[in-house]
């Protein structure tokens, strides 16, 4: 039985792995920043609407 080795990658030099690095790290880092600015969207949205209710709740008690 004989191996197909075409499938195998060749090695990294260390320039394209430090390259590779730097580029999932920015990768990483604009994710987090997007991933944080949903989260504040979400809660500042949910904040909102809490707010409405409690508003209307407030107005059907008393009329």
């Known amino acids: 039985m004989t191996e197909d ?3 195998r ?3 990294l ?3 394209q792995r430090q390259a590779r690095d730097a580029t999932r ?7 987090m920043r997007d991933h944080e600015a949903a989260q504040k969207a979400f809660y500042a ?4 609407l809490r707010a409405e209710r409690l508003a209307r709740e407030a ?3 008393k009329g």
């Open 5 to 7: 080795l075409s499938f």
């Open 9 to 11: 990658r060749k090695p």
């Open 13 to 15: 030099t260390p320039e």
């Open 25 to 31: 790290r920015i990768e990483a880092e604009k994710a």
């Open 45 to 48: 949205n949910k904040e909102r």
């Open 59 to 61: 107005s059907a008690s």
